[in-house]
């Protein structure tokens, strides 16, 4: 009989790499199902919201009555479902917050990328982000206990609960992301371009105003609009801030009361199923369609000006 084969053991290395192999396709797998959870979980909301709000469109939806009209009244007998006043109310608050945030957020942005050195630069940048993980609800107490009196006080006001009180609110709300996106752009910014017009005898400002911001408009334009997306969807902030009134604003002063806050104040007192219920979703399809829309906006503006 012949002799028996010789068995080899199986060399470590080679172990090492299959582990690593399985190790590398698990954590691929992971990240491709976190991705596309992230998407199925967006598509699954909307399915949800325009399901709820497809029965008042499709049924007792009254176009003309629903935005040219200010009367909300879901209560009454019969009841009216205008959302101008709504509509008025939210694009008054975020056109404030955004006089506010855009000056405030670029100029900082330009400081911090342009100016500061070291560690000035670096401890405003944390301060920066340390305001954007403030929570709204903790805004909208600021705004109901400090800008409230404050206002009163400072303009003799009945009411510090207004357009302003909430529009200060959510313009500081919305700056910190907005620094944060303009400084970035500003950083991408080739150092090349910088020092071609110091050696044209360029001075700093001229350098930046000159050359850095034109180079780095399409994130500043971006930031801005991003930033416009954030105020148009904030909710507990304005809901505390804004006096909550349905009123077409006249001035700065003025209670008034937005989309979202409409939402998170009446969906958890309707019976569900009825027309007050389903038009508060239709609130919500809208308000996604203008957010989207104006996320859409911002990625093909920063497309069309990268492409050029």
Request: hydrophobic share 55%.
């Amino acid at each position: 009989m012949g002799a028996a084969p010789e068995i080899h053991p199986r060399p470590a290395a080679a172990d090492r790499r299959d582990l690593a192999w399985w190790v590398d396709k698990s954590v691929a797998i992971l990240v491709f199902t976190g991705g596309i959870s992230a998407i199925v979980f967006i598509l699954g909301i909307f399915v949800f919201i325009t399901k709820e709000g497809f029965g008042f469109i499709f049924g007792s939806l009254d176009i003309g009555g629903f935005f040219g009209s200010t009367k909300w009244r879901p209560t009454s007998t019969p009841p009216t479902y205008g959302i101008l006043a709504l509509l008025a109310g939210t694009a008054s608050v975020t056109g404030l917050a955004m006089l506010i945030a855009v000056p405030f957020s670029l100029g900082a942005a330009i400081y911090i990328a342009e100016f500061a050195k070291g560690k000035t630069r670096e401890v405003l940048k944390v301060l920066v982000e340390m305001l954007a993980a403030i929570p709204s609800v903790v805004w909208g107490f600021i705004g109901l206990m400090v800008m409230n009196p404050l206002i009163i006080n400072a303009f003799d006001v009945p009411v510090g609960l207004c357009v302003l009180n909430s529009g200060v609110i959510l313009g500081l709300m919305a700056a910190p992301i907005m620094t944060t996106i303009a400084e970035d752009a500003l950083k991408a910014v080739p150092d090349t371009y910088r020092e071609a017009a110091e050696a044209m005898g360029a001075t700093r400002w001229q350098i930046v105003w000159k050359v850095v911001l034109p180079a780095a408009k399409t994130g500043l334009v971006a930031a801005v609009l991003l930033g416009v997306g954030r105020g148009f969807g904030e909710t507990m902030a304005v809901l505390m801030a804004s006096g909550h009134s349905v009123n077409l604003p006249t001035s700065v002063f003025d209670s008034v009361r937005a989309l979202t806050a409409t939402i998170a104040a009446e969906l958890g007192e309707t019976s569900v199923g009825s027309d007050h219920y389903r038009v508060l979703f239709t609130l919500g399809i809208l308000l996604f369609v203008v957010t989207f829309a104006i996320n859409l906006t911002a990625d093909l503006i920063v497309r069309g000006i990268r492409k050029k």
